[in-house]
């Protein structure tokens, strides 16, 4: 089995990709459960606009969050591709597109919520709407944005099987977390796909489920890579010279 020697950039980069996984998804998180979650009433629309108009400024700062995730998520894909380029330039360009894609899919949730501030700013073209209009338009930007994050997931978890195979090739860290990461991966990949010709597969099988071990195993990723780092498991030893 091939030993890829690592290089300061390299070590430089996955400190560069725990943090900014990390930092990044706390982010997210805080955004979805602890702002959004308790903003928005499920199959109550007109209670959730008064929710959003009520805390506006709360609203605009999940925004903002999401935001940040877009530009954490670039910076880890950059990092990634300094960390595993040596294992295979084209497999990581190309899960670094997919990556990119999975970016900019997330980056339709923000715009859709501003979308759903214009509806209540109370501008006068908005007029023509009645109350009841505005509140099924609001749900119709929370549904896009929903629908967004699940096409990115399928580019998200082809990323992943990508990176994660690299991984495991590479031997940059333990081969169980990186095998993992292959099972996590394929898992979301096959649950998005499946979702878009079944959407009732989404009842069978929940949701969380989708994206909960991938998200999993970048967490454990991330944390190995702040504290332990990149370290080959075993040492090429060089041939002796003759002559």
């Known amino acids: 089995m091939a030993t890829y020697p690592i290089e300061d950039s390299q070590r430089t980069a996955a400190k560069v990709a725990g943090f900014a996984y990390l930092i990044s998804f706390a982010l997210v998180v805080f955004a979805f459960y602890g702002i959004y979650a308790r903003l928005n009433v499920p199959g109550n629309a007109a209670e959730s606009a008064r929710n959003i108009m009520a805390h506006e400024r709360l609203f605009r700062f999940s925004i903002a969050c999401d935001l940040l995730f877009c530009v954490g998520t670039v910076v880890v894909l950059t990092a990634l591709y300094v960390i595993l380029k040596p294992v295979n330039q084209g497999l990581t360009l190309v899960a670094t597109f997919l990556r990119l894609v999975w970016a900019l899919m997330y980056l339709l949730i923000p715009i859709n919520f501003f979308g759903v501030l214009r509806l209540f700013s109370g501008a006068s073209y908005l007029q023509a709407f ?5 509140q099924a338009l ?30 495991f090739k590479s031997n940059y860290v333990p081969r169980a977390l990186a095998a993992f990461g292959i099972i996590a991966s394929v898992w979301a990949v096959v649950c998005a796909f499946v979702f878009f010709i079944f959407p009732g597969f989404g009842g069978a099988v929940n949701l969380y489920s989708f994206d909960v071990p991938i998200g999993v195993f970048e967490l454990a990723l991330s944390f190995w890579l702040v504290f332990k780092g990149l370290r080959p498991f075993r040492t090429v030893v060089p041939a002796p010279t003759t002559g």
Do not use: I, K, M, N
């Open 130 to 134: 009645e109350a009841e209009r505005l």
């Open 138 to 167: 609001l749900r119709l930007h929370q549904l896009a944005g929903f629908d967004a994050y699940y096409v990115g997931l399928l580019f998200w978890g082809l990323a992943s099987t990508l990176c994660s195979y690299l991984w």
